[in-house]
């Protein structure tokens, strides 16, 4: 479904290059969820934008190769890509309150974007939004369809921007952050809604979080991000429970679990990497613990099957850390 080689998305500055992402590659199947996780500054949402031409600054260097349904899509006119974005390729903006014109009432925008990319009429796309609203979790939609923005709260306008990036039934869901305004009964309301809308019409998901229990529930792989550049990719479970890159084990060290209560939060030192001074060599370097003279050489992903990491740690070191872990109570 989409193939990405390569990206570099780049910004020149009075500083110098601020590198936003740096060789960043991965694959989307049919009917396939990527996680995609990091924290903030990661590269995460840029790496998106760009890819869909919606990063416009004239700074910006973008290069590498994304295929979409095997048509290369990165440089496409803006024309061309009018026909992708909406409607095979779906998006869900993390801010709503920049997601939605103020002047336009919600049910006006919806009903646009529909009418862009189907041959509905004007009253069946009414009727859609209608419905699309409903599902979302909007009360009373036949009559919130025709308020404005800010007549909403901050959660109910994600929703609406959730509703809209359902309406054409994309092949491809991009979902930035998509619960982030929302309270943890309708988090969990909203992605069993987008988990149906796969089944249903056989989509793609590709979901931004920094919530490892999402990724845990809907990824069927995962994509680790650090300094603008994959640290770890793999299958789900395999990150989950078998974490290979330093940062991985960060990231899940720092998530509370029931199972064990008096366990101390893992916290990893340091401050995140400016994209400005990012190491020639392992970008999370300067923060590992475990940090070798290798390090200062930019390792390349590799590892067993489809489990990759970009770490010079052996096997045998990573075990060794990992039962040292285990025995002292901490991540795994």
Known sequence: MLSVRDLRVSFATR??????????????????????????????????????????DSNVTISGSVKFEGREI??????????????????????????????????????????????MTKQQARERAIGLLGEVGIPDP?????????EFSGGMRQRVVIAMALSCN?????????TTALDVTTQAQILDLMLKM?????????????????????????????????????????????????????????VPRVDSKNRRLVTIPGTSVSPLDVPEGCAFGPRC??????????????????????????????LAIRSARSVAGGAS
């Open 289 to 318: 613990e475990h940090r070798m003279e290798i390090c200062d050489e930019r390792p390349v992903l590799h590892g067993p099957g489809d489990h990759l990491d970009a770490c010079w740690l052996s096997d045998a070191q990573r």
């Open 170 to 178: 994309p092949k491809l869901l991009i979902a930035d952050e998509p």
């Open 198 to 254: 796969q089944e249903s019409y056989g989509s793609s998901i590709v979901i931004i979080t920094h919530d490892m229990g999402v990724i845990a529930e809907m990824a069927h792989r995962v994509v680790v991000m650090y300094a603008g550049r994959p640290a770890e990719i793999g299958p789900e479970v395999d990150v989950v429970r078998y974490p290979r890159h330093p940062y991985t084990w960060g990231l899940l060290g720092a």
């Open 74 to 119: 990165l440089g496409l006119s803006d024309r061309e890509m009018q026909s992708v974005r909406g409607g095979d390729i779906g998006m869900i903006f993390q801010d709503p309150m920049t997601a939605l014109t103020p002047v336009y009432t919600v049910g006006w925008q919806i009903v646009e974007q529909i009418r862009a990319h189907t041959d």
């Open 142 to 150: 036949k009559s919130r369809v025709d308020h404005y923005p800010h």
């Open 15 to 56: 500083q110098g290059a601020l590198r936003a992402v740096d060789g960043l590659s991965f694959d989307v199947g049919s009917k396939e969820v990527l996680g995609i996780v990091g924290e903030s500054g990661s590269g995460k949402s840029v790496a998106m934008y760009s890819m869909l031409g919606l990063v416009r």
